[in-house]
């Protein structure tokens, strides 16, 4: 999708995201993700689209101009404020097919199912069964979804139904806020979930391990972890910057697996690589390695998985092999996407 598409010509993105009424939304997704995803769920005249994560309302009015006069949009978020915003600034234009509810995203909306589309602009834990259980047959699921239970770490994925079973049909670097079950006044603060330790002072940070099964119900691991990182004992930049960030965030779940680490440092910077209850080490999105000493075992371990990395040529997401494993647990049933290595490693 390009901005002299005709379907979305006359969709205004500054009258949602900077309408002078509302003043301008601040924390949104960015405009060529959305074209990226609406292009992908490949939306036609007169489909039923589900849209979690109404947001200002520009994604809602773009699948309304797909689905035209004898389609539906049905758009959930969990904020009344952005349902009431988004409804009001659709109302002023006139469009009609779309209707705005303050729904929890992860359980879709059985009222209006079933749907041949689904949008999600939100990250939920897993691929919802309740998604797939509110697809028509055929359908399609664009959403993006953790390949790790870490913040951060995800691929936008698109979905088929075949017999009632989901399949992947492709993958896309990308991300989107994870969801929540009550509205987040900051969308730039803690993230909701798969957080092991996090500190306010004297600035925020946070850490995510992979191992936190194996960390105590303190989670003294994760703060000396994190308080390795915040502290350094050794610095060096990495010879082969920049970083393609996307590319090596998914790599290194395949390289890292339960050791892998993510952070959130002092001065905003996120940080990727290996730790353990004694040692650290991560590499910054700026290509600086952080680590806790040069003879440090984790130092080790990231050079390693920087060089399997770089083996691989930086992998574009068609390299990965995405596949959807059924989970059944009572937080969310549904499929966790996993990846493995197009290649042998």
């Given at each position: 999708?390009?901005?002299?598409?005709?379907?979305?010509?006359?969709?205004?993105?500054?009258?949602?995201?900077?309408?002078?009424?509302?003043?301008?939304?601040?924390?949104?997704?960015?405009?060529?993700?959305?074209?990226?995803?609406?292009?992908?769920?490949?939306?036609?005249?007169?489909?039923?689209?589900?849209?979690?994560?109404?947001?200002?309302?520009?994604?809602?009015?773009?699948?309304?101009?797909?689905?035209?006069?004898?389609?539906?949009?049905?758009?959930?978020?969990?904020?009344?404020?952005?349902?009431?915003?988004?409804?009001?600034?659709?109302?002023?234009?006139?469009?009609?097919?779309?209707?705005?509810?303050?729904?929890?995203?992860?359980?879709?909306?059985?009222?209006?199912?079933?749907?041949?589309?689904?949008?999600?602009?939100?990250?939920?834990?897993?691929?919802?069964?309740?998604?797939?259980?509110?697809?028509?047959?055929?359908?399609?699921?664009?959403?993006?979804?953790?390949?790790?239970?870490?913040?951060?770490?995800?691929?936008?994925?698109?979905?088929?139904?075949?017999?009632?079973?989901?399949?992947?049909?492709?993958?896309?670097?990308?991300?989107?806020?994870?969801?929540?079950?009550?509205?987040?006044?900051?969308?730039?603060?803690?993230?909701?979930?798969?957080?092991?330790?996090?500190?306010?002072?004297?600035?925020?940070?946070?850490?995510?391990?992979?191992?936190?099964?194996?960390?105590?119900?303190?989670?003294?691991?994760?703060?000396?972890?994190?308080?390795?990182?915040?502290?350094?004992?050794?610095?060096?930049?990495?010879?082969?910057?920049?970083?393609?960030?996307?590319?090596?965030?998914?790599?290194?779940?395949?390289?890292?697996?339960?050791?892998?680490?993510?952070?959130?440092l002092d001065d905003g910077k996120r940080g990727?690589?290996?730790?353990?209850?004694?040692?650290?080490?991560?590499?910054?999105?700026?290509?600086?390695?952080?680590?806790?000493?040069?003879?440090?075992?984790?130092?080790?371990?990231?050079?390693?998985?920087?060089?399997?990395?770089?083996?691989?040529g930086r992998p574009d997401a068609g390299w990965?092999?995405?596949?959807?494993?059924?989970?059944?647990?009572?937080?969310?049933?549904?499929?966790?996407?996993?990846?493995?290595a197009g290649v042998a490693l």
């Open positions: 999708m390009t901005a002299a598409d005709p379907l979305h010509a006359n969709v205004p993105e500054q009258f949602y995201v900077h309408n002078p009424d509302r003043g301008e939304t601040l924390h949104r997704s960015a405009a060529e993700a959305i074209h990226r995803d609406v292009t992908a769920l490949n939306v036609h005249e007169g489909n039923h689209v589900l849209e979690i994560g109404t947001g200002t309302g520009y994604s809602g009015a773009l699948l309304a101009s797909r689905v035209g006069a004898t389609g539906r949009v049905t758009s959930i978020d969990i904020s009344d404020d952005l349902v009431d915003w988004a409804d009001r600034l659709h109302r002023q234009r006139g469009v009609t097919t779309i209707t705005c509810h303050t729904a929890d995203g992860v359980t879709g909306y059985p009222p209006h199912a079933p749907y041949q589309r689904i949008a999600a602009w939100c990250t939920p834990p897993r691929l919802p069964r309740a998604w797939v259980n509110q697809l028509a047959p055929n359908g399609r699921i664009v959403a993006c979804l953790p390949i790790a239970a870490q913040p951060s770490t995800t691929l936008v994925t698109t979905i088929t139904l075949t017999a009632g079973q989901p399949h992947v049909e492709a993958v896309t670097f990308g991300g989107y806020a994870q969801s929540t079950a009550t509205p987040v006044v900051d969308a730039l603060t803690l993230p909701g979930r798969w957080v092991d330790h996090h500190t306010d002072q004297p600035d925020p940070a946070w850490i995510s391990i992979g191992w936190r099964d194996q960390d105590d119900p303190q989670h003294t691991g994760a703060r000396t972890a994190l308080n390795l990182l915040r502290n350094p004992g050794h610095t060096e930049t990495y010879h082969r910057a920049p970083l393609n960030w996307p590319s090596w965030t998914a790599y290194s779940v395949i390289a890292g697996g339960p050791q892998r680490s993510i952070a959130a990727i690589g290996h730790t353990t209850p004694t040692t650290a080490a991560v590499i910054l999105t700026d290509g600086t390695i952080l680590a806790d000493s040069t003879r440090s075992p984790s130092l080790t371990a990231l050079r390693s998985w920087l060089h399997r990395w770089e083996r691989a990965f092999r995405p596949r959807l494993v059924p989970n059944d647990g009572k937080d969310l049933p549904g499929w966790d996407l996993r990846v493995t």
